[in-house]
């Protein structure tokens, strides 16, 4: 290797070490630096926590209501069909649900009958400690049939719901969140005892011949 180009490695080598110090180094102590960006949301049919709701309804068109209520007491009761109290376990969950429902695409306005929201399928109203209430209605099927397309009433934008969410939430109509039956203990006579004790050891409760 000649003077030249020893000195032309030189050079290289040294426009090298100041890219790496004034460009790329700064660049990736930005970017070890920069606060994480953080991950999108689903967007929301509407804005409630748990403890907020005291009470919601479902109902299907034609026919069909399930109504829960929370009492004074923080007990959750069923009113509709029938009153009774509520599975206090399950609660919870549908609780989270309602709170939490949450879309996968959002549509920022649109004819309400072209997703068969003028004439709802279901709704599901539910009312705040500060007794206000909010009502979604749910319409048509999405062509794929991976969704609901829902809206809360008075508001313009239509969202698409997951139909395992709604069908979850509607099927409490037809099966309330009443509490599991309670099991019955069983009662045995001794007379029905003993005749079971006599057909299985008839040898010992035989009467001997005098």
């Given amino acids: ?20 110090l004034l460009v790329q180094q700064p660049k990736d102590q930005a970017a070890a630096e920069a606060t994480p960006t ?10 409630l926590t748990s403890d907020q ?6 109902s299907r068109v034609p026919s069909g209501t399930v109504t829960l209520a929370k009492d004074t007491a923080g007990v959750w009761l069923v009113t509709e069909p029938q009153a009774s109290s509520a ?4 609660m919870p969950r549908w609780l989270s649900q309602l709170s939490n429902l949450s879309a996968s695409m959002v549509i920022p306005a649109g004819d309400l009958a072209q997703y068969g929201l003028t004439d709802p399928v279901y709704t599901i109203a539910v009312t ?7 009502k979604a209605l749910v319409g048509s099927k999405t062509p794929t049939n991976s969704g609901y397309y829902v809206a809360q009433a008075g508001e313009p934008q239509i969202f698409v719901v997951s139909i395992g969410t709604i069908d979850a939430l509607v099927g409490l109509i037809d099966k309330p969140p009443y509490p599991p039956p309670t099991a ?10 003993l005749d079971a004790f006599t057909t299985a050891f008839p040898q010992l409760t035989a009467t001997p011949n005098p």
């Fill in 53 to 58: 709701i005291t009470a919601f309804t479902i």
């Fill in 184 to 193: 019955t203990p069983t009662s045995v006579s001794f007379a029905a005892t």
């Fill in 87 to 90: 599975d206090q376990t399950t």
């Fill in 1 to 20: 290797m000649n003077r030249n180009q020893t000195f032309a490695l030189l050079i290289v080598f040294g426009l090298l070490l100041i890219y790496v």
């Fill in 128 to 134: 705040q400690a500060d007794g206000k209430q909010v």
């Fill in 38 to 47: 953080p991950a999108p949301t689903s967007p929301a049919v509407w804005s």
